[in-house]
């Protein structure tokens, strides 16, 4: 028998089941459980516990003390005490749009929520092409409801550092310092890039001065500019969806950071998702209509976005400066321009840094695989520099557009 009350481990499938028994009062007595794991992402575990006779089911998340993807990251368990609360604070901000927490358990470093399994993973939905009308409207609602009203603007100022002290995440903050700010932007070891597009990145990243200048500033902004209680890592594989609606998952990178970032990197990722789809889908009228879908969702999420905040700020605004003529507008735009940048980033640094994406590592045509990364380090750059100059929806299209004329020309 398995002790959870007084040492950590790391569980594997029959501990986990030991413990829903002994640790939860959530199966009837005469339960016959299962349990897998299932986690796919570069961190933690992921256990789906299933009762085969009454169908219940429950995940339980533990954290290891190195990262899945790599020894090099060795990382405090506790971790996820930061995740479970913020799991249970956005659910005041936005009901409904994250799982439900039934228990954290600090020995142990794992928690428990609600399984969602009449939900699927967006990413993987989209890598079959569904289509999901909903999603802009749905994502745009989140945003508005995390990002605005942790904010200053609407946060009385002493609660808001209260909850920025409380929210420091160190050791996820510099992954996201490493992995996304600076590691591909010059030639680190620990880069993954594939050898066929290794000149690539040479002429059109690492030895352009411009563009690594502003990634320098972009890192010092992601680390001092302490504006909302982002996600952090708000990728559609962090998003659960169904026909009807979505659940957040993977908040461990939150902290009080650029609103941007959780903007910038949900656009990027349907970006990787269009590029799939460009070179992936051979009939000419579904890779059209799908990419025309996702077209019309990342013009959709921006500029609903900024109508939802705007109205939002309208309502919920306390602080006095706020209410200037111009003020709100300014703000507004700085978050585009900052979710520009972060798009820009994380289209470059999945290709060029060591964690990669299942949309272009699932392209199984070398030639097209290439393209497809070639094209997102070029609209990765284009969206960093030409930040200033991106203010809606249709600014993020042109530039998907005239890039992809522009390559597909060559
Ligand atoms: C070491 S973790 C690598 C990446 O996986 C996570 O999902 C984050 O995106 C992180 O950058
Ligand atoms: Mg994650």
């Not at 995390?146 to 200053?152: C, F, H, I, N």
């Not at 890039?193 to 352009?208: G, N, Q, T």
């Not at 272009?360 to 290439?370: D, L």
Request: net charge negative; hydrophobic share 40%; proline share 2%.
């Amino acid at each position: 028998m398995k002790e959870f009350t007084t040492q950590y481990f790391i569980m594997k499938e029959h501990d986990v089941i030991e413990y829903v028994k002994t640790m939860l009062n959530f199966f009837n007595r005469d339960a016959d459980l299962t349990c897998k794991e299932i986690g796919d992402g570069n961190l933690n575990y992921v256990f789906r516990v299933i009762d085969q006779r009454s169908n219940k089911s429950l995940i339980i998340k533990q954290a290891g003390e190195y990262a899945r993807i790599s020894d090099e990251f060795k990382l405090s368990p506790n971790r996820n005490r930061i995740e479970s609360e913020i799991l249970e604070y956005q659910n005041k901000l936005a009901p409904g749009f994250v799982p439900r927490v039934y228990k954290y358990d600090s020995i142990m470093n794992c928690f428990v929520t609600e399984d969602l399994s009449n939900y699927q993973i967006m990413k993987k939905a989209l890598l079959n092409h569904k289509m999901f009308p909903l999603f802009a409207d749905q994502i745009t609602t989140f945003l508005v409801k995390t990002l605005l009203l942790t904010s200053d603007v609407v946060e009385p100022h002493k609660n808001k550092k209260m909850m920025v002290q409380r929210y420091v995440n160190p050791e996820l903050c510099a992954i996201t310092e490493d992995l996304v700010y600076t590691e591909p932007f010059y030639d680190c070891p620990r880069n993954d890039v594939s050898e066929v597009l290794v000149d690539f990145v040479r002429e059109h990243i690492w030895e352009d001065s411009r563009l690594v200048l502003e990634t320098a500033k972009l890192k010092f902004e992601f680390m001092t500019k302490a504006q909302s209680l982002i996600h952090g890592d708000l990728h559609t594989g962090s998003i659960f969806i169904n026909a009807d609606s979505i659940k957040i998952i993977d908040p461990e990178f939150s902290f009080y950071g650029p609103a941007g970032y959780d903007v910038g990197n949900i656009i990027a990722h349907l970006i990787f998702t269009y590029l799939n789809g460009l070179y992936t889908i051979q009939d000419n009228f579904k890779r059209k209509e799908f990419l025309n879908y996702l077209w019309t969702t990342i013009e959709e999420i921006i500029d609903l976005f900024k109508i939802k905040f705007s109205n939002s700020w309208d309502l919920r605004a306390t602080e006095q400066v706020t209410k200037y003529v111009g003020f709100k507008e300014y703000y507004i735009d700085s978050i585009i321009r900052d979710a520009s940048a972060v798009c820009g980033l994380e289209l470059c640094r999945r290709i060029i840094g060591i964690a990669h994406v299942q949309d272009i590592t699932s392209i199984t045509n070398t030639t097209s695989r290439t393209a497809a990364e070639k094209a997102a380090i070029i609209l990765g750059k284009t969206f960093i520099l030409d930040r200033g100059t991106i203010k809606d929806g249709s600014d993020f299209i042109r530039i998907l557009k005239n890039t992809q004329n522009s390559l597909l020309e060559k």
